[in-house]
């Protein structure tokens, strides 16, 4: 496969660098592989942490940030982050405040992030609290999980949590928005090719010419099914019916629709896909209160989208607006 590396065992130690010389406001720690603001700790505020396995960015080291994430653990390819990375992580970024962890769904994610916690606070006393995302709603379990994945609602959570955050609202507040994010988001992703990790070399599954994988993970998970390819209109329906059909979403406040690339569909497609998505909110009498279309957590080169609703209200739709400035989002400031 071609692609654009040096040694394909040593991808993630060269982003990171890659990522240090394009964002000075960041601070890389390269032994333990871990970004953080360049201004953490910052005092009275309570600091936000997350990470998981490289090969979804700009998930999550795009998001560190003023009015996102404190700092972000980089795993090795679709790898969680050890424990001593997470421990280093959050003392970093303890400005007195406690810290908060935000924790895709996936074993050993939230073992290692479970362990780092409690690492943590014997050394330093931090207080630690974790929410775990777990909105995917194509499989109850999967190869890497016990219970639903965590998916493209990570991204909101990460944005909603750091405005509160930067509000400087205490841990448990932040904590219970980060829980309210993840309890009214869902999601669904559809794969039209598999994806590559630089060490294999070769794709992770076949999927043959003419066909798509529903329900994908962000590892390359399989789905629901396989089928042939359609048109996007029937793919958004695909994907937007099991989400209404697992939450009502109707309301006066609306949802934030969050449309997202997997890595290698070009963003004329994704916004092919939202037109079709957002005609299907329009029938199903649920209106759209705010957007994102975009490549946001990604599965390396793999082709597709997923599609991620927030049911929104006022508190949800503020801190949405309230500034950010990270690599990979940015608005307000």
Request: charged residues 20%; hydrophobic residues 45%; glycine residues 12%.
């Amino acid at each position: 496969m071609n692609q654009l590396i040096n040694d394909p065992a040593k991808v993630v130690a060269d982003a990171l660098r890659g990522i240090a010389d394009a964002h000075p406001e960041l601070h890389v720690d390269h032994e333990n592989r871990i970004v953080r603001r360049g201004d953490a700790p910052v005092e009275g505020k309570v600091g936000l942490v997350s990470g998981g396995g490289s090969g979804h960015e700009p998930l999550h080291a795009g998001f560190v940030g003023p009015g996102m994430l404190d700092a972000a653990c980089a795993g090795e390819i679709f790898t969680s982050p050890v424990p001593d990375q997470i421990m280093a992580a959050t003392k970093a970024v303890d400005g007195g405040a406690g810290v908060l962890h935000i924790v895709k769904n996936y074993t050993g994610d939230v073992m290692n992030f479970e362990m780092a916690a409690e690492l943590a606070a014997a050394e330093t006393g931090v207080t630690v609290e974790a929410v775990v995302t777990d909105d995917d709603v194509a499989v109850q379990d999967s190869l890497y999980t016990a219970g639903r994945r965590g998916v493209g609602v990570t991204v909101l959570v990460e944005k909603i949590a750091g405005a509160a955050a930067a509000q400087r609202r205490p841990l448990a507040q932040v904590a219970d928005i980060a829980r309210k994010v993840n309890a009214n988001g869902r999601s669904m992703g559809v794969a039209l090719s598999s994806c590559t990790v630089p060490t294999a070399g070769k794709p992770t599954f076949d999927l043959p010419d003419g066909q798509m994988e529903v329900g994908i993970g962000i590892h390359g998970e399989p789905g629901r099914r396989r089928v042939p390819l359609a048109p996007a209109a029937e793919i958004a329906e695909m994907l937007v019916s099991p989400i209404l059909g697992d939450l009502d979403f109707t309301g006066r406040d609306g949802v934030i629709a969050f449309v997202n690339g997997m890595g290698a569909t070009p963003l004329i497609e994704l916004y092919v896909m939202y037109h079709e998505v957002a005609a299907i909110l329009a029938k199903a009498g649920v209106s759209v209160a705010r957007s994102l279309v975009g490549p946001y957590i990604t599965s390396l080169d793999m082709a597709g989208c997923s599609v991620t609703l927030l049911k929104a209200d006022d508190e949800i739709l503020r801190l949405w607006d309230a500034p950010v400035r990270t690599p990979a989002l940015q608005w307000g400031t």
